[in-house]
């Protein structure tokens, strides 16, 4: 036995010399988010890397990811949906709260406050998205009753109410809550005030969206109120897509203006809506003859995104149409898709939205520095709804206003800039399909498909980008994650916590879709009524490191706050997650199984020699024994004496 065990004594010699002459290669730290906001806030996706030991480079290749320069401020890049002929308007989409609630909100350059339906509405329409329910949301606050705001008849809340020209209104309190932007945006999610609607009234009760997202000038703004707090800077931009194209893009915050944009001043001492200087329009080359007041009237030419069509001053109406029945008198005049309005309408020109400059005539609006901006077909036309083929005139004579209003219709296919901090406001036509890329700016991160995607309702398709919450974390690619660790504050007492540490593993493992056993406790630490928890998320027992999709589903659950504490732990706070790759095996880890199995096959075999062995040694010793017959007879042997 004694050569066994020196045998294998030299086999595990060997194996250790092996491994640690083979296990020189770098360790790895963690990837490691840091949020310094409370759940009042959601955090933010920081680019994911891995580091080496003894190197500050950073491997790219590990994780995809937009790079903002430190000097640059972040802007909120949002998909525009819906078409402006077919709904009356387009709609972006905002998450409210905490785990956040989705909404469609038509874009309002004429609405100084943003609000949805709220869930104790019990005069609001049917809308694309369910009412948003404050008691769901871990951050919201009501806005308190101060000098600033108007306040409801107990004196307890301020209350806030809008009405519109069309005769719809909207009417309810006012609340503080998370708004996120989607995964388009750079702009991480903001606490901003919003209305919680009790009451809508006309269009707004019936339309298909959910509410408003007021752009105007006011502190209720969504744009006063990110300018305020500096995270934007003072500026938006939209850019709505063509006829038959629908969708298109807005933006929150500043971008670099293209060369070939014109520009208007726009004077917000004049009026309270976006205004601009128009001096006079061309048609087909033609000046008008417009004195150039006739668009100076009242609060002056105002854009307003929640507008469907133009609506010029008689005189100004009267010279625009008279033009246009000029330049088109090939085709025919027909009536309208309604018989009760006096439509102007034209059939002939065919059914293609790209040659319809064939048909009909350019026009041009001059600005009061001389620059010019033009004016294709589809932007003053719309389809007849009932004519295949058939366009009418979206240019109406503003009864007896002598506002200017230009609505969504004179800017499509048009990147319109919003710059307030230098009081004007940019046009420059483009593609509003392909804004990004002629903007040269970086695509968007691909969506991640879940389960909730939503249908467009426009389309019926789904659309390209339909985030589901905050902004996502990106795909890791080939990095393998051994752990997943966050910090957890609750507002209790450890003391208090500790029996009720397994209720919260059973939370948490629900929430993040794990099973209670790959969720451990690691750490913690308590200060009064206070404690911070640190858990680390685990492979399953049979994995040795966590799928990236499992992964990326964990850490959008973490990034948007989406874990259900129970109440009796009070409220929580998630202050730092990170990804961990798995440890680095060594040489022994990784062939221990083998040497175990090549070990135990050496003991067996030693074993069965040795037991071979022995039996061939005693069998031997047997056969040196000579065989005598029962009778024989044995010689007498004398006794020794005993030995006193």
Not at 500 to 513: A, N, R
Not at 520 to 525: E, Q
């Amino acid at each position: 036995m004694a050569w066994v065990l020196t045998l294998a004594i030299l086999f595990f010699t060997t194996a250790v010399s092996a491994a640690e002459f083979r296990s020189n290669s770098p360790d790895y730290h963690s990837i490691t988010f840091v949020n310094n906001t409370s759940t009042r806030g959601n955090a933010m996706i920081l680019p994911l890397f891995f580091k080496q030991h003894a190197t500050n480079r950073v491997k790219d290749h590990f994780f995809a990811r937009r790079h903002l320069h430190a000097s640059t401020i972040p802007n909120a890049r949002m998909p525009l949906h819906d078409d402006l002929l077919l709904n009356g308007y387009y709609t972006t989409r905002l998450w409210i709260g905490t785990p956040p609630q989705r909404f469609a909100l038509i874009v309002d350059t004429g609405s100084t406050v943003t609000y949805v339906p709220c869930a104790t509405c019990e005069q609001c329409g049917k809308h694309q998205d369910p009412k948003f329910q404050p008691e769901s949301s871990i951050t919201y606050e009501p806005l308190k009753c101060n000098i600033d705001c108007t306040c409801d008849t107990d004196r307890e809340q301020c209350i806030y109410e809008r009405q519109y020209a069309e005769m719809s209104s909207s009417s309810g309190v006012l609340g503080v809550d998370i708004i996120s932007f989607g995964n388009l945006s750079d702009l991480q999610p903001q606490r901003a005030t919003f209305g919680c609607e009790n009451m809508e009234t006309g269009d707004l009760y019936s339309q298909h969206a959910d509410g408003i997202m007021g752009l105007g000038r006011g502190d209720l703004s969504i744009v006063d109120q990110l300018v305020e707090k500096g995270v934007i800077s003072d500026s938006f931009s939209l850019c709505y897509g063509g006829m038959d194209v629908g969708g298109g893009s807005m933006v929150l915050g500043g971008i670099s203006s293209p060369k070939e944009m014109v520009f208007s001043n726009s004077d917000p001492v004049r009026s309270p809506y976006y205004n601009i200087e128009l001096n006079e329009i061309r048609v087909a080359g033609k000046k008008l003859p417009l004195n150039p007041k006739v668009f100076d009237g009242k609060h002056g030419t105002v854009l307003d995104s929640g507008t469907t069509y133009a609506y010029l001053p008689q005189a100004a109406f009267e010279a625009f149409k008279a033009a246009i029945l000029k330049e088109t008198q090939s085709l025919k005049r027909i009536q309208g898709p309604d018989p009760n309005y006096n439509d102007i309408c034209f059939s002939g020109a065919g059914s293609d939205a790209a040659q319809l400059s064939k048909a009909f005539p350019s026009a041009e609006m001059v600005f009061g520095n001389g620059q010019k901006l033009l004016l294709a077909p589809e932007n003053y036309l719309f389809r007849h709804s009932k004519i295949h083929g058939a366009y009418c005139l979206g240019i109406f004579q503003n009864g007896k206003e002598s506002t200017t209003l230009l609505g969504g219709i004179i800017v499509r296919n048009t990147l319109v800039t919003y710059d307030r901090e230098h009081e004007k406001i940019g046009f420059w036509k483009t593609n509003c399909s392909e804004l990004w890329e002629r903007l040269h700016l970086s695509p968007a991160s691909p969506h991640l498909p879940s389960d909730t995607d939503e249908v467009d309702s426009t389309t019926g398709m789904a659309p390209k980008l339909a985030p589901t919450g905050p902004p996502q974390p990106q795909t890791p690619g080939d990095v393998k994650i051994g752990l997943i660790k966050f910090s957890m504050l609750l507002t209790i007492n450890y003391t208090e916590l500790k029996p009720h540490i397994p209720e919260l593993v059973q939370s948490i493992g629900k929430d993040l879709d794990v099973k209670p056993s790959q969720v451990k406790l690691t750490n913690y630490t308590s200060g009064g009524n206070v404690t911070l928890l640190k858990w680390a998320i685990y492979p399953a027992q049979s994995d040795d490191y966590i799928s990236n999709s499992t992964a990326m589903k964990i850490l959008s659950r973490l990034s948007g706050n989406q874990l259900h504490v129970p109440d009796s732990f009070g409220s929580y706070k998630l202050s730092e997650w990170s990804m961990e790759p798995p440890p680095k095996r060594t040489w022994w880890k990784q062939h221990y199984l083998a040497l175990v199995i090549a070990f135990s096959v050496v003991v067996v075999i030693g074993l069965l020699a040795s037991g071979g062995w022995f039996i061939w040694r005693r069998k031997q010793s047997q056969a040196e024994i000579p065989y005598k017959p029962v009778d024989s007879v044995v010689a007498e042997q004398e006794l020794q004496p005993l030995q006193n």
